[in-house]
């Protein structure tokens, strides 16, 4: 039997000696790249281990009778372009082209799948015992994640011959197509509406508080994280949702395979059935009377076009997750078209629909603070204009207004009365540096808390587009992105030492989405000279995230104090990042001290 879409002229093929006759090891080789790439085999033979009838279909097959080399992969995706005529059990063989194909294309970083195409495929016999899937788990998976990249290939690990016993991405170069298992295993990323999740075969691994993985370090990429997606269409058997914290108990069994959205994925072809972990969204604490409660939270293109539920999702969490922050500083607040690219770039729509459903989820009355910027020139969605803007409780905290700042009109430090104060109040921080070209702009404003002056400097940073991938054919990989975020964080820190040089006893808070961890360079290059602390500091390790990322947890929003804030209690309030129903893709995050 033949597989569809055979193409009826096939190449040349190489002479093979009858008693020695390609099998799939030949075709893996001990590296990442094939010895045959761009050849065409005959007739290999193998047992049909996982069909795949959506997205990139075709099938994998093994040999029965592998070789006794650890690095050579006994499995094989076979790429059919249509549904294939074949069924688990299968025993095949195999005629096609070899080659190496890269999803999201080569240029993304991605390592590459050996695969075979353009495939004539005979049905020798049916109903076959499958190969036994290759166990792993933390007695398998290396401690060591990756080797270093040759610098010759420009940092490229594609040549290099793998060693499976010694690094994580080795090992699963190794078992490339071939069947492996799972058994009862944390779930460390969320279900998503993709139909995803991410497991870790070590659960002892740098583990958070929540039951997650954390990213703490860039030699912590944490080696036993896989993620999980079904085999069976999802309108035959829904993909299970699940949080972190959960277990994917049973076992999970199907073909190893790799893709551009987080590299290595088990393609589940068993799927074990999920085990609520009662992992439930927190609350933090309200604030004392005399204590300033500053909060910040991206709130995920945000616009009047979004769903009542959403707005009163997110409401909830600031009146009652949040306790009502005294300063909340949003991310991601978008003009009051959204998405239209039609010139719009005011949010006065978006900001009165949000604070009204605050207010009738119980929360203050907030009003808010914002400057709008130049259409399409901040990044983001095209059209959406995102920005960052304050909110701030009346009852509590004044707003202090200098106007005459907008897109293009920077705020400056200026001595008032023998302190520091703000040229235009709100304002933006350095808008025509190149620093924050596509780019969202620092937000600047003053407050007075029983009082007392409070500087706040809301910011989102670049993003980490363009960066290569953790799991990538490049190691160490390469964080393009992070020059723009150094160079932001280098303003930063030098508008908050301007303010410090005029009054050292200036209370600034500088927060938002920074796009960067707490043990970045970004981050090293804010505290600089002294002029900032990172509150992520004080909370223990395990708890340190406010982000998940193909199944790392980590922190990509952070908050900083001025040395006039001594002392302060700060939390990150996990109420997003670890569930499957999110209103947002980030957690909130919120600091309390008394000026």
């Not at 004392?288 to 995920?300: I, K, M, S």
Request: hydrophobic fraction near 40%.
């Amino acid at each position: 039997m033949l597989a569809a879409g055979l193409c009826a002229g096939l190449l040349a093929q190489p002479a093979q000696a009858a008693a020695d006759p390609v099998r799939i090891h030949d075709i893996q080789g001990g590296s990442r790249l094939s010895p045959y790439a761009g050849q065409r085999v005959a007739d290999v033979p193998g047992i049909v281990t996982g069909v795949r009838t959506y997205g990139s279909r075709g099938f994998w097959m093994q040999d029965p009778s592998p070789d006794r080399d650890r690095a050579t992969s006994e499995g094989v995706f076979v790429f059919t372009s249509s549904a294939p005529r074949v069924a688990v059990g299968d025993a095949v063989l195999v005629s096609g082209d070899v080659g190496e194909y890269y999803y999201g294309g080569e240029a993304a970083g991605g390592q590459s799948v050996t695969q075979v195409s353009r495939p004539a495929v005979a049905v020798v016999s049916s109903g076959n015992a499958l190969p036994a899937p290759v166990r792993l788990d933390a007695r398998a998976v290396p401690d060591r994640y990756a080797p270093q990249g040759d610098p010759a290939a420009g940092g490229s690990i594609e040549g290099l011959a793998l060693r499976p016993e010694r690094y994580a991405l080795d090992l699963y170069e190794s078992l490339e197509g071939m069947a492996v298992a799972v058994a009862d295993v944390p779930v460390v990323g969320p279900s998503t509406p993709y139909y995803e999740l991410w497991v870790t075969v070590e659960p002892r691994e740098n583990r958070t508080a929540g039951g997650g993985t954390r990213y703490g370090s860039y030699d912590a990429q944490n080696g036993g994280r896989l993620k999980v997606e079904s085999l069976v269409p999802v309108a035959q058997e829904p993909f299970p949702s699940a949080d972190v914290g959960d277990r994917l108990a049973g076992t999970t069994t199907g073909p190893l395979d790799y893709d551009e959205f987080g590299g290595w994925t088990l393609a589940a072809r068993e799927m074990g059935a999920v085990a609520d972990g009662g992992r439930a969204p927190e609350r933090t604490r309200a604030q004392r009377p005399d204590e300033l409660a500053v909060a910040t939270y991206n709130v995920e293109n945000l616009n009047p076009g979004d769903s009542a539920a959403k707005y009163e999702r997110l409401a909830a969490a600031v009146a009652d997750n949040l306790a009502s922050p005294d300063i909340l500083a949003l991310e991601e607040i978008q003009d009051d078209s959204g998405p239209a690219d039609d010139g719009t770039v005011g949010a006065e729509g978006t900001l009165r629909r949000f604070t009204d459903a605050i207010a009738a989820a119980g929360g203050p009355r907030y009003e808010w603070r914002l400057v709008d910027p130049e259409d399409g020139a901040d990044g983001g969605q095209p059209g959406g204009n995102i920005r960052t803007a304050f909110l701030f409780d009346p009852a509590r905290v004044s707003f202090v207004d200098r106007p005459g700042g907008d897109a293009t009109t920077a705020t400056e430090v200026v001595r008032r009365g023998g302190t520091a104060a703000l040229t235009y109040s709100p304002g933006r921080v350095a808008p025509l540096d190149g620093a924050w070209a596509d780019s969202r702009k620092p937000l600047a404003g003053e407050f007075v808390f029983r009082g007392e002056t409070v500087f706040v400097i809301a910011n989102h940073f670049a993003s980490k587009g363009g960066d290569q991938p953790l799991a990538g054919r490049f190691q160490p990989p390469a964080r393009v992105s992070e020059e723009q975020r150094l160079r932001q964080a280098e303003a930063v820190n030098g508008f908050v030492r301007d303010i410090t040089a005029v009054d050292r006893r200036a209370r600034v808070v500088v927060l938002g989405d920074l796009n960067d961890f707490e043990f970045s360079p970004v981050t090293r290059a804010l505290t600089r000279h002294g002029a900032l602390r990172t509150a992520v500091a004080s909370l223990p390790r395990d708890e340190r995230y406010t982000y998940v990322f193909q199944g790392n947890s980590q922190v990509l929003d952070q908050t900083l104090v001025s040395p006039a804030i001594r002392r302060f209690d700060y939390d990150i309030v996990h109420i997003n990042a670890e569930f499957a129903d999110q209103a947002s893709d980030h957690d909130p995050q919120v600091l309390r001290f008394r000026p």
